[in-house]
């Protein structure tokens, strides 16, 4: 019985299942009206028409694991400020310098890293 | 006198599921053609005119059933297991961020008290499905989309969330139903300037996150088909691509709409005004938001990936840290202008 705090979760819970069924029933339904003749043309990877070069799988540049890394930092971040963010008004000024000194860090991090350059996609 | 019915906490659940399982659908069918035609007409086209018969009304109807009697094509090369999975880790979040937006006061599906980092949480792990398209796909194109989507969902995520937490300071609360209670008139200049300009932050991080024009590198046409969903086709094309675009770009109307206008709190406080039911007012705050990104995507031209990048780390995410500071001064040291 879907019910009390932790209750909502099981209403959130049965809602992922809900979804997930709703894709899988309509994906069978169109199993039933839908053609299916594959050949091998068509199961080529699509490249704008000619045959496929090489893998797609290939060696690829992930250009930004770096903002990756600062994404990671600022995400942290923000679980520290949500909490922060509903009682720092009982706190009153400690919290708040706690937090612009937390920032001001994370705005130098920031900044450092504009400095060195890593923030170009090149 | 209307009859007082009682239901269960199981046919309360299933009158919940029935409600989404209809709205979801219908707003998405309903953006979907306003889509058309809003763009249509600032284009000085008309747009679909035939289906349906009245301004081809019942084209997307007739698009989703063409749709479902095409042939499913998953390529040799792809990984299927991760190929068909990937539309779930899609789709699933797309409908599940519908559950804590407050439509009236208690009109909601459940009223969280951690709502809104819920809906931040729920709404980036499509990131991880579009991760998983594009990789499965063993596609060029695909990769390539796949990897300039998840470098911009994660740029642009950071001034949502942040623009987020200034509202969260603004009122205090993470539920969603308290921080449209924490909300007065005028909205948007509340307190005079930070909200106005967290919301433009909010709204221009929200096209990102939803890749449309003018931040639509990961599904820009013209270089790499749909990015990571150029190997989808049929069903599986609508559930990864087409009903998550259109459903999230509901969503994000719907959350600004509820975070910076108020929600479903009439427009200006008249006692005229308050006759009007919440829904509609929350309603007509959402399909303006809607129209304001239906109005974007034909008025500016695509940004370059480095412009993209550029504008969220050294502009978004500087400007809404200095927010964040500003709006804690100003809730500590001059809280009489916010209520």
């Given amino acids: 019985m879907p019910e009390g705090y932790f209750g909502q979760y099981v209403t959130i819970g049965i809602f992922a299942i809900v979804g997930t069924v709703l894709v899988a029933a309509t994906l069978q339904l169109s199993r039933l009206v839908r053609p299916n003749h594959p050949t091998t043309a068509k199961l080529t990877t699509y490249e704008?028409?000619?045959?496929?070069?090489?893998?797609?799988?290939?060696?690829?540049?992930?250009?930004?694991?770096?903002?990756?890394?600062?994404?990671?930092?600022?995400?942290?971040?923000?679980?520290?400020?949500?909490?922060?963010?509903?009682?720092?008004?009982?706190?009153?000024?400690?919290?708040?310098?706690?937090?612009?000194?937390?920032?001001?860090?994370?705005?130098?991090?920031?900044?450092?890293?504009?400095?060195?350059?890593?923030?170009?996609?090149? | 006198m209307i009859p007082e019915i009682t239901l269960t906490a199981w046919q309360i659940l299933l009158v919940k599921i029935g409600v989404i399982l209809a709205i979801v659908p219908t707003m998405t069918l309903v953006a979907g053609y306003a889509e058309h035609k809003v763009m249509a007409h600032l284009q000085h086209r008309l747009g679909p005119m035939y289906p349906g018969g009245f301004h081809g009304w019942a084209v997307l109807l007739?698009?989703?059933?063409?749709?479902?009697?095409k042939e499913d094509i998953i390529p040799e090369r792809a990984d299927r297991r991760v190929f068909s999975l990937a539309t779930f880790a899609i789709f699933v979040p797309a409908v599940m961020v519908y559950l804590v937006i407050p439509v009236d006061r208690s009109l909601i599906v459940e009223d969280l008290d951690v709502g809104i980092f819920y809906l931040l949480a729920i709404s980036s792990v499509s990131t991880i499905g579009?991760?998983?398209?594009?990789?499965?796909?063993?596609?060029?194109?695909?990769?390539?989309?796949?990897?300039?989507?998840?470098?911009?969902?994660?740029?642009?995520?950071?001034?949502?969330?942040?623009?987020?937490?200034?509202?969260?300071?603004?009122?205090?609360?993470?539920?969603?139903?308290?921080?449209?209670?924490?909300?007065?008139?005028?909205?948007?200049?509340?307190?005079?300037?930070?909200?106005?300009?967290?919301?433009?932050?909010?709204?221009?991080?929200?096209?990102?996150?939803?890749?449309?024009?003018?931040?639509?590198?990961?599904?820009?046409?013209?270089?790499?088909?749909?990015?990571?969903?150029?190997?989808?086709?049929?069903?599986?094309?609508?559930?990864?691509?087409?009903?998550?675009?259109?459903?999230n770009l509901v969503a994000f109307a719907a959350i600004g709409a509820?975070?910076?206008?108020g929600g479903y709190q009439p427009i200006v406080p008249l006692g005229v005004l308050e006759v009007i039911p919440g829904f509609v007012w929350f309603t007509l705050k959402t399909a303006f938001m809607v129209f304001l990104f239906l109005w974007i995507r034909p008025t500016f031209p695509r940004l370059r990936e480095d412009q993209l990048q550029k504008f969220a780390w050294k502009v978004l995410i500087p400007v809404t840290l200095a927010l964040i500071l500003v709006a804690g001064a100003w809730v500590l040291y001059a809280p009489e202008a916010l209520r």
């Fill in chain 1, 48 to 122: 704008s028409g000619i045959d496929p070069i090489g893998h797609g799988w290939s060696q690829s540049n992930v250009r930004y694991y770096i903002f990756a890394l600062l994404f990671v930092v600022f995400d942290v971040e923000a679980v520290f400020l949500f909490p922060w963010a509903i009682v720092f008004e009982e706190l009153g000024t400690a919290a708040f310098v706690e937090m612009v000194i937390f920032i001001g860090i994370l705005a130098l991090a920031l900044l450092y890293a504009v400095k060195k350059r890593v923030l170009e996609w090149l």
């Fill in chain 2, 62 to 69: 007739a698009d989703g059933l063409k749709f479902l009697y």
């Fill in chain 2, 130 to 247: 579009i991760l998983m398209a594009g990789w499965s796909s063993a596609n060029k194109y695909a990769l390539i989309g796949a990897l300039r989507a998840g470098a911009q969902l994660i740029a642009y995520e950071l001034p949502i969330v942040l623009s987020a937490a200034v509202v969260v300071m603004l009122s205090g609360s993470l539920s969603l139903v308290d921080i449209v209670e924490a909300q007065n008139w005028p909205f948007l200049i509340w307190p005079p300037g930070i909200g106005l300009i967290a919301f433009l932050v909010f709204t221009m991080a929200s096209v990102a996150e939803l890749t449309r024009p003018p931040f639509d590198m990961p599904v820009a046409e013209s270089e790499i088909i749909t990015g990571a969903f150029t190997e989808y086709s049929g069903m599986r094309f609508i559930f990864s691509f087409f009903f998550p675009e259109v459903a």
């Fill in chain 2, 258 to 261: 509820t975070l910076f206008l």
